[in-house]
């Protein structure tokens, strides 16, 4: 059995992806309380004490706004703690499967293209930014590969579908930005790429890994009600009326539609993203 070590075991990815890989891998896990990826000796005696095959790491600060206004965190977390699981990967000769995001690109693609892994990053938010500078470091592992994910929902965590479904609850209508374009993605479908990478260990590098399709946040509401037949009305709103409200969220991208053909050209066909809010739905609402 090969040997894995999962940072950040008890997120919303990394807690359902120790569960599955458990019945396959001899996988280590560990969490904030037990690793804190920001130390990098404790990270590189973790390294030599387990001499883990791949270091897959879902550890990372996550709240997007709250990145704004604790943005040394953020990059601690995000960014530079990147560089020590790649010193450690390369000590012990690990492969890093690290989950990066969309927002690594500024998301002002014409909305008639998308992104390819080629294009150039260019972050709007702190988030992106912090995540960007993850990327970069972690590259600095011989072996790794870039997992860029997005709109990722799960059991486990707190995610947008889990809020629409409570906001139905106590509203009879729900506004939601319509002018956002992306794939919802759930859990499951990275978890199965995530798998599947392991698996083949396809030539390293970044690869887009999100659900297949693409949507908008006030669609994709439509799409949850209708699933789970509830009645609350979806009223769409413009991402600067949203703003409005909110003014201190962080900016979103307007583009975050991947491309999925590197993933496709290496045999990877992650589930649509209708098929696999289907999949969550029977469990989130049982
Ligand atoms: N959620 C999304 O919509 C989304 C979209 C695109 C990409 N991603 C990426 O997908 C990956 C998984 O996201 P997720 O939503 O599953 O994240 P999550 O649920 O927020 O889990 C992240 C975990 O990292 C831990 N952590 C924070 N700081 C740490 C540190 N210094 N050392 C060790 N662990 C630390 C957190 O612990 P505490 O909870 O105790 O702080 C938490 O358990 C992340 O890389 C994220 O950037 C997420």
Redesign the pocket.
């Known amino acids: 059995m090969k040997k894995v070590l999962l ?2 075991s ?5 807690g359902e992806l120790k569960e599955r890989l458990e019945k396959k891998y001899d996988v280590t896990g ?4 037990t ?4 130390d990098k000796q404790a990270v590189i005696n973790k390294a030599k004490e387990v001499e883990p095959y791949f270091i897959i ?7 997007v706004d709250g990145c704004e206004v604790n943005y040394d965190l953020a990059e ?3 960014g530079l ?1 990147l560089e020590n699981i790649a010193e450690a990967a390369n000590l012990v000769n690990a492969t890093v499967i ?6 690594v690109f500024a998301g002002d693609l014409d909305i008639n293209k998308i992104y390819t892994e080629d294009m150039e990053p260019a972050p709007v938010s702190a ?1 992106g930014k912090t ?1 960007l500078l993850g990327e970069q470091n972690v590259s600095k592992a011989e072996k790794h590969y870039i997992l ?7 059991i ?2 707190k ?2 579908v889990k809020t629409m479904l409570k906001l139905s609850k106590e509203r009879d209508e729900i506004t939601v930005v319509s002018d956002q374009h992306g794939s919802p993605t759930s ?1 499951t479908t990275l978890c199965e790429i995530i798998e599947q990478i392991m698996e083949k260990e396809p030539e390293y590098g970044i690869y887009h890994s999100t659900c297949e399709g693409f949507t908008t946040w006030y669609e994709f509401t439509k799409k949850i009600f209708e699933e789970a037949n509830i009645s609350t009305k979806v009223k769409p709103i413009t991402s600067v009326e949203y703003k409005s409200m909110y003014p201190a969220s962080s900016d979103r991208p307007t583009n975050s539609m991947l491309s999925k053909e590197k993933l496709n050209n290496i045999g990877i066909y992650p589930r649509k993203y209708e098929e696999a809010l289907k999949e969550y739905l029977k469990e989130e609402l049982k």
């Open positions: 940072i950040g008890d997120g919303m990815l990394g560990t969490t904030l309380a690793l804190d990826i920001c790491n879902c550890a990372a600060y996550t709240n601690k977390v995000n703690a690290h989950i990066s995001t969309d927002y988030y995540k860029r994910t997005a709109w990722l929902y799960g486990r965590g995610n947008f859990t």
